[in-house]
Nanobody, 123 residues
Framework: EVQLVESGGGLVQAGGSLRLSCAAS????????IGWFRQAPGKEREGVSC????????YYSDSVKGRFTISSDNAKNTVVLQMNSLQPQDTAVYYC????????????????WGQGTQVTVSS
């Protein structure tokens, strides 16, 4: 059974940082793409970043490029999203997801999802 568990969300002031982790099990971890997505109230789920664990290829949405960094620790089956210079518009529930194909920032391309973790940025 595939399981994805997010952790690291919380409340932070604008300009601050948070580090989200996605722990995966039940996957061939060194051969997947792990993506981070977010969904704010009343908005559609959007892709934030993803990484291919086989070769480290990364993608970022324009809204987070230069502020967020995604990385993978294949020995620990974990993907980390380091979020810096957070702004109130980054407030959302953040989800990690997995797929056995190349990178994508489209939620409909992913097969496995975690439960999500809340990130709230105050102004």
């Amino acid at each position: 059974e595939v399981q994805l568990v997010e952790s690291g969300g919380g409340l932070v002031q604008a300009g601050g940082s948070l580090r989200l982790s996605c722990a995966a099990s039940g996957l061939t971890f060194d051969d997947v793409t792990i993506g981070w997505f977010r969904q704010a109230p009343g908005k559609e789920r959007e892709g934030v970043s993803c990484i291919s664990t086989s070769d480290g290829t990364t993608y970022y949405s324009d809204s987070v490029k230069g502020r967020f960094t995604i990385s993978s620790d294949n020995a620990k089956n974990t993907v980390v999203l380091q979020m810096n210079s957070l702004q109130p518009q980054d407030t959302a529930v953040y989800y990690c997801a997995a797929r056995y194909y190349t990178g994508s920032l489209f939620p409909e391309d992913y097969d496995y999802w975690g439960q999500g973790t809340q990130v709230t940025v105050s102004s």
